[in-house]
């Protein structure tokens, strides 16, 4: 039993994630097979009564006396519409059953039944596509590259982010995740998935006023501690960067997913500022079309690590001269 409700709900969620002209075809092929399915047992039914005999047909009906197992059935079309009607529920118009077979009756009951169920489904998948928040991420837009360059004293790995829609997303948490590909003594690579530390704008919370700048902190516990900028040409890592958040207007939850690969990785660069002043509307304009639009800065090209332990040095040595100078 728990295999079979695993296949129909892969099969649920199938239908959810396909197109749309593919759930429609379902959709109408499953109806059809169930219109025909209950179309022929009508007919059998009837058949077995004796119901398709010339005196026995509709315009003999008061001629024999005969009641048959459902009104007006001259043959397999005449099964069919009936098999519809019940499903749809459009009334039967001069069609219906009699008390005559009790099978017939058993036959409506579990049509009824299954209707129900194949309109609740239908349902639940129409819904589901038309409220999924697949469509809002596209609006989510990511920068082409990320850049490596000096914030604060510290090296840093930034890219931008924004949303083009009026509608806001809520309580977004930025997520990223190293993927490095080491290969190993076997034919397949080993991968290694490390999560970096990401904080946008230098908030814990972010709200999609405008663009927003992800920065990772490389310090001692990032996977990009130990990587000069030569070290990124031959180096083989992609960074996953996945931002989660809810739809304001609807409650959902949404997930937009973007990657650099190393080629994706500029060293020395930042990016050009997208937001400016409207002196006339006085109000500020952002041009997306600078989301990926970077320019050189003056970066060490070493490690982060061995940028750390020259700072070092160099503290050494202005204490060391100072305490010459007191000393002396």
Request: hydrophobic fraction near 45%.
């Amino acid at each position: 039993m728990t295999k079979n409700f695993k296949i129909f709900s892969n099969y649920f969620f199938l239908l959810v994630e396909t197109r749309w002209r593919w759930t429609l075809l379902n959709f109408f092929v499953a109806y059809t097979c169930v219109w025909l399915l209950f179309g022929v047992i009508y007919w059998i039914i009837s058949y077995n009564h004796d119901d398709f005999s010339e005196i026995h047909l509709p315009h003999n009906q008061n001629i024999s006396s005969f009641t048959p197992c459902i009104n007006n059935i001259y043959g397999f079309t005449s099964a069919f519409l009936f098999s519809i009607e019940i499903h749809t529920t459009v009334a039967y118009g001069r069609r219906s059953i009699t008390l005559e077979c009790p099978e017939t009756i058993m036959a409506m009951c579990l049509q009824c039944i299954l209707s129900s169920i194949f309109q609740a489904i239908m349902i639940g998948i129409l819904f589901a596509k038309l409220t999924r928040p697949r469509g809002r991420t596209q609006t989510i837009l990511f920068s082409k590259h990320a850049v490596i360059n000096m914030r604060n004293d510290k090296l840093c790995l930034t890219f931008r982010v924004g949303d083009i829609r009026k509608s806001r997303i809520l309580n977004i948490e930025p997520k990223a995740y190293v993927i490095r590909f080491n290969a190993g003594d076997s034919e397949v690579d080993n991968l290694e998935q490390t999560e970096l530390k990401v904080v946008v704008d230098e908030c814990e919370s972010t709200f999609f006023l405008w663009p927003s700048t992800a920065v990772h902190v490389i310090d001692e516990k990032s996977p990009l501690y130990r990587l000069s900028a030569a070290d990124l040409l031959c180096c083989k890592l992609e960074i996953l960067v996945v931002f989660e958040g809810i739809i304001e207007s609807t409650g959902q939850p949404v997930q937009a997913r973007s990657s650099f690969t190393e080629h994706d990785l500029l060293w020395g660069h930042r990016f050009v500022s997208m937001v400016s002043f409207n002196f006339v509307k006085k109000m500020y304009d952002v041009d997306f079309s600078k989301l990926s639009e970077v320019q050189a800065v003056d970066t060490p090209l070493c490690s982060p690590c061995e940028y750390n332990e020259l700072l070092a040095l160099l503290e050494d040595d202005k204490a060391l001269s100072n305490f010459d100078f007191w000393y002396k």
